[in-house]
């Protein structure tokens, strides 16, 4: 197989090197997550993901990437079926952010021109938001342009309406018919036969306690995973990736394609 196109890794770069290297390029850094994923798919999907997306945009931009963060937020009973599910390693939402910013901020040392934040785990989203806010209202951020979004934030919806009929939602999502296609495309020895649906997907910003997993999900699957293929993993892949590098480059995407302004018009970052 012919390896993915990734971007260079920056822990590979030597201390003598490494402000030069970076100087005015883009630093992607993925976060991902330990977390179960049904019967079939691995702890580690939601990492696998953010850093197979993070190494392509980095490939695209003539960027780095920096360590993908694999151990975050704690799953939930509605989004990632919680911690009924044995392997499941998290932290505290407080330690988390905390944790992140102060890790963006001992990147803003460096003279990269923008960092890229590219996440993978539902739970996480929030709470990277809020330390790279907490970064730059402390200051930190200071003629750093910072750009972080969740992959599954950038499928367009007629894209979804086209490649997924009856989507569920992307709370629901979880180990479904997307994460499953992704990893037949990326990590196809990591996934197995077994793929159990789920017919009745929760509903998105309801918590529930207790929870019965046994109704909630099917073998921690939240939703379907019939019709999952490597091909619709390649085409969601090149999707996100596209939207990804349209959103970095031109501002594309900050808003929702059909609210877009004409041309020439609105809000819209221009190119300077
Ligand atoms: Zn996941």
Known sequence: ???????????????????????????????????QHGPHLPLSVDTVLAEAFA??????????TVPAQSIAARSLPQSGGGLAFPGTLYAGGETVIRFLRETAQSMTRLPFGRLIVVNGHFENEPFIFEALDGLCRHGSAEGKEI??????????????????????????????LTETSLMLHLRPDLVSDLRPDHDRPPRAGVYLHPVDVARSTNQ?????????????G???????????????????????????????????????
Do not use: K, Y
């Open 55 to 64: 190494g392509r945009i980095a490939h695209e931009l003539g960027g780095f």
């Open 147 to 176: 750009i972080a979004f969740s992959w599954w934030s950038l499928v367009e919806d007629s894209w979804l309406r086209d490649q997924v009929p009856g989507f569920p939602g992307w709370h629901a999502e979880h180990a479904g």
């Open 234 to 272: 390649e085409r969601l892949f090149e999707h996100i990736v596209s939207q990804a590098i349209s959103l970095v480059r031109e501002g594309e995407g900050l808003l929702r394609s059909n609210d877009r302004p004409a041309a020439g018009g609105g809000n819209v970052r221009q190119e300077s």
């Open 1 to 35: 197989m012919t390896p993915r196109p990734q971007g260079r890794d920056l822990a590979e770069l030597s201390s003598a090197s490494v402000v030069e290297e970076v100087r005015g390029r883009d630093v992607v850094w993925p976060i991902g997550a330990t977390e």
């Open 220 to 232: 921690g699957v939240l939703s379907s995973t019939s019709g999952s293929s490597a091909a619709l």
